[in-house]
């Protein structure tokens, strides 16, 4: 999912021993970073900040709060895409592939939310 970055230098890095052990088992990576062929690649370009373990988002243990450093706000339509450019003047207006990230949270609080505490 191409989503643009814009926080500079910003990136995941801990001090904390075994944090990033019990952030994996507990199934709190949220994305990683990869190339389009969904390789993770620990190096730049594909890892543009040198985050630990090409982390790009976590989310706390219950899942309903999300740390994100990539920006899917700046894909929302796909006139916001870079490479968008010279496709179809109707589809520049569809929905870009960072409101999919919003689409599910909604989705998910629509089904899930009252069951939250």
């Given at each position: 999912?191409?989503?643009?970055?814009?926080?500079?230098e910003?990136?995941?890095?801990?001090?904390e021993?075994?944090?990033?052990?019990?952030?994996?088992?507990?199934?709190?990576?949220?994305?990683?970073?990869?190339?389009?062929?969904?390789?993770?690649?620990?190096?730049?370009?594909v890892?543009?900040?040198?985050?630990?373990?090409?982390i790009?988002?976590?989310?706390?243990?219950?899942?309903?709060?999300?740390?994100?450093?990539?920006?899917?706000?700046?894909?929302s339509?796909?006139?916001?895409?870079?490479?968008?450019?010279?496709k179809?003047?109707?589809?520049?207006?569809?929905?870009?592939?960072?409101?999919?990230?919003?689409?599910?949270?909604?989705?998910?609080?629509?089904k899930?939310?009252?069951?939250?505490?």
């Amino acid at each position: 999912m191409p989503i643009p970055i814009a926080h500079g230098e910003g990136r995941f890095t801990t001090k904390e021993e075994g944090l990033l052990e019990k952030l994996k088992e507990g199934g709190q990576i949220v994305f990683r970073y990869c190339d389009r062929g969904g390789n993770i690649v620990g190096e730049f370009p594909v890892n543009p900040n040198g985050s630990v373990y090409n982390i790009a988002a976590i989310c706390n243990p219950e899942g309903n709060v999300m740390s994100i450093m990539p920006h899917p706000e700046r894909a929302s339509w796909n006139r916001q895409v870079p490479g968008f450019e010279g496709k179809s003047f109707r589809d520049m207006d569809a929905d870009g592939p960072g409101r999919k990230i919003f689409h599910s949270m909604k989705e998910y609080i629509e089904k899930e939310g009252s069951s939250w505490k």
